[in-house]
């Protein structure tokens, strides 16, 4: 099993761009420095890590903060559990990208994973990414 967090702002993954002059697809600059982020933190929390090879769980929580322009209804929701947030990133390419980056490192191939549970949350702390990679 492997868990770990992903500290800041919160990236999904960006379609592929086309050059205009050699008619290439390639991935957005920020998209790739983002997954380059995620493996680090990986690595980091798990630096002889062998990739996974069975079927595998997938939990990825993205905690974004709490706007500054919250009235104290909807804080009181936010601290029950009950107000999520709505806004971009799309929780599809958040998966994307967490699981784009691990590929190969936290396990074999992103065919294996048959489960994946993802949610979006407030916090009253820093944003992040909570990860854990799991074979059930």
């Known amino acids: 099993m492997f868990e770990f967090e992903v500290i800041g702002g919160i990236k999904g993954?960006?379609?592929?761009?086309?050059?205009?002059?050699?008619?290439k697809a390639y991935t957005p600059g920020d998209t790739k420095d983002y997954e380059l982020l995620v493996k680090q933190y990986f690595k980091i929390k798990h630096p002889?890590?062998?990739?996974?090879?069975?079927r595998i769980?997938?939990?990825?929580?993205a905690y974004f903060k709490v706007p500054?322009?919250?009235?104290?209804?909807?804080?009181?929701?936010i601290e029950e559990g009950i107000l999520s947030p709505t806004k971009k990133p799309d929780i599809d390419n958040i998966v994307?990208?967490?699981?784009?980056?691990?590929n190969g490192i936290a396990f074999k191939d992103d065919n294996q994973i048959?489960?994946?549970?993802?949610?979006?949350?407030?916090?009253?702390?820093e944003e992040r990414v909570y990860v854990k990679v799991e074979e059930y």
Do not use: G, H
Not at 48 to 54: C, F, Q, T, W
């Open 13 to 23: 993954k960006a379609r592929p761009r086309v050059n205009t002059y050699t008619c």
């Open 48 to 54: 002889r890590s062998v990739p996974l090879e069975n």
């Open 96 to 102: 994307k990208i967490i699981l784009d980056s691990l």
């Open 57 to 61: 769980k997938v939990t990825i929580i």
């Open 114 to 125: 048959t489960k994946i549970e993802v949610e979006k949350a407030y916090t009253f702390d």
């Open 68 to 77: 500054k322009t919250v009235t104290k209804k909807e804080r009181a929701l």
